[in-house]
Structure formats: structure tokens, C-alpha cells
Nanobody, 125 residues
Framework: QVQLVESGGGLVQAGGSLRLSCAASGRTFSNYPMGWFRQAPGKEHEFVAAISGSGGIRYYADSVKGRFIISRDNAKNTVSLQMNSLKPEDTAVYYC??????????????????WGQGTQVTVSS
């Protein structure tokens, strides 16, 4: 089992950048694809990005493609989300999550069995 803790959220102006980190505990961290989701007030969880267990494959939602970069360091048990050119519509609580069902379910939140507590990102216009 993997436990996850996010950090790095905050308030930033539109056009700015933030880097989110997710620290994982658990000896089999590198076995799992990892993902980032976000939830804005009154909305469902939205898929943001996913990365394969080895880190060699990355997948992004169209809304963040070209602006966000997901990465992982299996030696340090961390997953990161570099967010650039932020927009007010990126405002949400961001969650990292571990996918225990495989890469072909990377965009499906129901495939992620372990979630962090979330970190707030607020982008002002």
C-alpha cells in the first residue's frame, strides 16, 4: 500500500508558475502509475496528468498540455507537477493518486485507489 502527501500549493497570479510535490511512502511505489487530479468548487474531479511506473510515459489532459509537466523520482518516492502559464481556471484543489489497475486506466479516477489529502492552488486574474 502507498500513502501520499502533497505540498507546494498556493496563490499565484495568472501567467505564473507553481510546482506541486507528492511524497509517497511504501516499498512498491515504482510499481504504480501515478496521476494528478484536481477539483474546483462545485465540480467533479478532473484528470490532469499521469506518469507510468518507470516515468518513461506521460499523459496529459488537453486543458494543461504544453503548460504542465509531470515527473517522478522513484529513488526519492516523489511525483511532481510543474505548472506554468497558470490561468484562473486552473484554480482547484490538486490531488496526487496512485493507480493500482494499470496504465490503460490512467485517465479514470476510479482506477486510483490511494489519494493524498490535496493542496489548494489559486490563480488570480
Amino acid at each position: 500500500q502507498v500513502q501520499l502527501v502533497e505540498s507546494g500549493g498556493g496563490l499565484v497570479q495568472a501567467g505564473g508558475s507553481l510546482r506541486l510535490s507528492c511524497a509517497a511512502s511504501g516499498r512498491t511505489f515504482s510499481n504504480y502509475p501515478m496521476g494528478w487530479f484536481r477539483q474546483a468548487p462545485g465540480k467533479e474531479h478532473e484528470f490532469v496528468a499521469a506518469i507510468s511506473g518507470s516515468g518513461g510515459i506521460r499523459y496529459y489532459a488537453d486543458s494543461v498540455k504544453g503548460r504542465f509537466i509531470i515527473s517522478r523520482d522513484n529513488a526519492k518516492n516523489t511525483v511532481s507537477l510543474q505548472m506554468n502559464s497558470l490561468k484562473p481556471e486552473d484554480t482547484a484543489v490538486y490531488y496526487c493518486a496512485a493507480n493500482h489497475r494499470g496504465w490503460n486506466t490512467r485517465h479514470n479516477k476510479d482506477a486510483y485507489d490511494t489519494w493524498g489529502q490535496g493542496t489548494q492552488v489559486t490563480v488570480s486574474s
